[in-house]
C-alpha cells in the first residue's frame, strides 16, 4: 500500500516538445505529492508538488495534474529544453504520519536538441 | 530557497576503515533529517530517520551497528559507516525538512562512497 508506481521508465523527447511522466499510487493517507529533479552525480531537487484538494498546478514550464478518484498524479514539462535532460522523481508523503517520503522508481528524461 | 549541505561529495577509502558523512541545513533548523543510499539508475532507499537528540529510527533490514547515525544539533546530522566494505560503495543522500517551507524535503548534494 506504500507504492508509488511511476512510468515511463525511461522518456526521450524532442526539444520544444511535452514531457509527461504519470504516477500511480494506492496509499489515500498521502496528503502531499512532491516531483523531484535529480541530474547525474547530484542530489534530488523539489521540483514541484501539489495537494490532493488541488487538481493542477503548474509553475513556469512545469504542471502537475491531479485525479483524486483515480489515485494518479503526472508531471507535464511543455516545451522541453536539453537542459530539463535528468532523472524525475514522483513522490507520496503522509504529513503527521511518518513522514517519509514513498518514492517511485524514476524517469530518465532526455531531451534531445 | 533552503540548503542542505553535505560533505564530502566524494570519498574512497580502504576495506575496514570507517567514513564519516555530515549533513548540516544551512539556514533553518531541522529536528528530523533522513539519509537514503542510492544505486545507480535506482531510486531513494530510505535507510534511516534521524532524530536531533534522540536516537535514529532505521528502516528494516539496515544495520545500525553499521550505519551509525548521530544527530547532535538541529543543524548538523552525520551518517558514519564503519568497517567499510567494497559492497557499501554508494551514493548516499541525506534530505531535511523545512516545515516553514512546506512538506517538502530538501536534499543534499549527495556523498560517492568508494571502498576498495
Known amino acids: 500500500q506504500q507504492q508509488v508506481k511511476q512510468s515511463p521508465q525511461s522518456l526521450i523527447v524532442q526539444k520544444g516538445g511535452i514531457s509527461i511522466i504519470n504516477c500511480a499510487y494506492e496509499?489515500?493517507?498521502?496528503?502531499?505529492f512532491p516531483w523531484y529533479q535529480q541530474f547525474p552525480g547530484k542530489g534530488p531537487a523539489l521540483l514541484i508538488a501539489?495537494?490532493?484538494?488541488?487538481s493542477e498546478k503548474k509553475e513556469g514550464r512545469f504542471t502537475i495534474s491531479f485525479n483524486k478518484s483515480a489515485k494518479q498524479f503526472s508531471l507535464h514539462i511543455m516545451d522541453s529544453q536539453p537542459g530539463d535532460s535528468a532523472t524525475y522523481f514522483c513522490?507520496?508523503?503522509?504529513?503527521?504520519?511518518?513522514?517519509?517520503?514513498?518514492f517511485g522508481k524514476g524517469t530518465k528524461l532526455t531531451v534531445n536538441p | 530557497g533552503a540548503v542542505v549541505s553535505q560533505h564530502p561529495s566524494r570519498v574512497i577509502c580502504k576495506s575496514g576503515t570507517s567514513v564519516k558523512i555530515e549533513c548540516r541545513s544551512l539556514?533553518?533548523?531541522?529536528?528530523?533529517m533522513f539519509w537514503y543510499r542510492q544505486f545507480p539508475k535506482q531510486s531513494l532507499m530510505l535507510m534511516a530517520t534521524s532524530n536531533e537528540g534522540s536516537k535514529a529510527t532505521y528502516e528494516q533490514g539496515v544495520e545500525k551497528d553499521k550505519f551509525l547515525i548521530n544527530h547532535a544539533s538541529l543543524t548538523l546530522s552525520t551518517l558514519t559507516v564503519t568497517s567499510a566494505h567494497p559492497e557499501d560503495s554508494s551514493f548516499y543522500i541525506c534530505s531535511a525538512r523545512d516545515l516553514s517551507r512546506g512538506p517538502g524535503a530538501f536534499f543534499g548534494q549527495g556523498t560517492r562512497l568508494t571502498v576498495v
Open positions: 539556514d533553518f533548523q531541522a529536528t528530523t
Open positions: 496509499n489515500t493517507a498521502f496528503d502531499y
Open positions: 513522490a507520496g508523503l503522509t504529513q503527521g504520519g511518518s513522514e517519509k517520503l514513498v
Open positions: 501539489i495537494r490532493p484538494d488541488v
